[in-house]
């Protein structure tokens, strides 16, 4: 089984990505399944619930969520309802949306699906403990997955690496999001856990971090507040596929696929 993960989805930009490479993508490498984080998808922060759906239709199995997945209030509802949307598990229970979610590829493989957010450099929402919300998830799924792949949404690597060393040999495929910057240390674990700190994200990259340079920038020269419009130039889809076999991934390499042509962006797009 292949299963492809694709990095954070920055405004319109990253869904014009996801819409016009996905397809291509997934016939060339005979993708199974896909796993999306689409947190920045509406005017580069937050989801709505008619984006989610885009996604969807463009291919996307499940679509996870970090730091920003209350930003659109809206996408509440689809969070209660959809088991292919999901917040982070290690927040409290009282929110809305799943802590995890198994469910079928194409192919009739089950799939668990779960992401955790990071706790170092992560003010925004103080999570609980993401090492013990993953044992309690694995305890909770048990033998009602084939596949299990994990999400870790974190700022430092270190805490990153150490989950995906906390999870080795328990989940399949763990992947990185969050820094928008893709890392090249893509490997097998020893215990059959394929992994990479930080997929990337799928949006434009000539900005900073899928925001126009100017202001952000202007930000960080005079400490003065800028509005950070999501970019719109070099936009590239970027991820990572896992390759599973007999219960242990043997194989991972990175995924960057460039879209040809500048995209307009609308701030505002839902």
């Known amino acids: 089984m292949r299963v492809l993960a694709i990095g954070d989805v920055v405004g319109n930009p990253g869904r014009a990505a996801v819409h016009g490479l996905l397809p291509g993508i997934v016939k060339k490498h005979e993708v199974d399944f896909v796993v999306c984080n689409g947190e920045n998808i509406a005017g580069g922060s937050g989801i709505t619930p008619n984006l989610f759906h885009k996604l969807r239709r463009y291919g996307c199995d499940v679509v996870t969520l970090g730091d920003h997945c209350y930003k659109r209030f809206e996408i509440a509802d689809t969070l209660r309802e959809s088991e292919r949307l999901l917040r982070p598990a290690n927040l409290s229970p009282d929110g809305p949306g799943r802590r995890y979610t198994i469910v079928k590829s194409a192919g009739g493989v089950r799939v668990a699906v779960f992401t955790l957010l990071g706790r170092i450099f992560m003010n925004q929402l103080p999570p609980n403990d993401p090492f013990a919300e993953a044992d309690a998830i694995l305890r909770d799924i048990g033998k009602g997955a084939d596949v299990i792949v994990a999400e870790v949404h974190c700022e430092a690597s ?113």
């Open 158 to 270: 270190s805490e990153k690496i150490a989950l995906g060393w906390h999870l080795d040999g328990r989940a399949h495929f763990v992947f990185g999001t969050h820094t928008h910057t893709p890392t090249a240390d893509a490997r097998l674990l020893h215990h059959g856990t394929a992994f990479i700190s930080d997929l990337g994200m799928t949006g434009p990259y000539d900005g900073v971090l899928g925001r126009k340079t100017d202001a952000v920038v202007a930000t960080m020269r005079t400490n003065t507040p800028h509005p950070f419009h999501v970019a719109t130039k070099d936009v590239r889809l970027c991820g990572a596929l896992a390759t599973i076999e007999d219960g242990k991934a043997t194989a991972i390499e990175r995924i960057e696929v460039p879209l040809v042509g500048e995209v307009a962006n609308d701030p505002g797009d839902g």
